[in-house]
């Protein structure tokens, strides 16, 4: 488990900064996820970061978003366990990238994270404040499949509180 001084060692942005990301990288290991630093020879998707053999692996020397954390991790999360130890490549499955999307809402909110950290100006192709609009009302983006896998409840818009509903989680990993 990696402590929160190696996590500033790290270059981090803002929004956000070490603070953020030294709250997520304990969250995340909290729920189960295992985090590494150690420097990716590989072109990343995501600056600074990525999935390898079920981890979240972090570059020390590139400087990356903390909020990215939480949207890696979230692959991770909504991978079902029988792939999740083995995976290095999350994919392009349009339903686990929704997913990821609300299972990072979810973890933000958990660990204190602001969505403008989340969804950083330079993320989410132009689409970050579309995201901080959606989930700050009745976001729904990624929360019924959350929801058919048993992670969460769904939110039912309209209707009031629903008990355990999303941003809720019943559990965190798939």
Do not use: K
């Amino acid at each position: 488990m990696i402590g929160p001084d190696a996590v500033a060692q790290c270059r981090w942005l803002e929004p956000g900064g070490i603070e953020a990301a030294q709250a997520i990288c304990a969250f995340v290991q909290e729920i189960g996820i295992e985090v590494r630093i150690a420097p990716i020879a590989e072109r990343t998707f995501v600056p600074g970061m990525d999935v390898h053999q079920g981890c979240l692996r972090i570059d020390p020397a590139v400087a990356a978003y903390p909020g990215d954390l939480l949207h890696e991790a979230g692959h991770i999360a909504v991978i079902e366990q029988p792939r999740r130890a083995a995976v290095s490549d999350v994919g392009t499955d349009p339903a686990e990238e929704m997913a990821a999307i609300a299972w990072s809402v979810a973890a933000a909110r958990a660990c204190g994270v602001p969505l403008p950290v989340l969804f950083h100006p330079d993320g989410y192709r132009g689409g970050s404040q579309a995201l901080i609009d959606a989930f700050e009302g009745d976001g729904s983006v990624g929360t019924p499949l959350l929801a058919w896998w048993g992670m969460t409840v769904a939110p039912n818009p309209g209707s009031g509180p629903v008990p355990g509903a999303f941003p809720a989680m019943s559990r965190w990993l798939r």
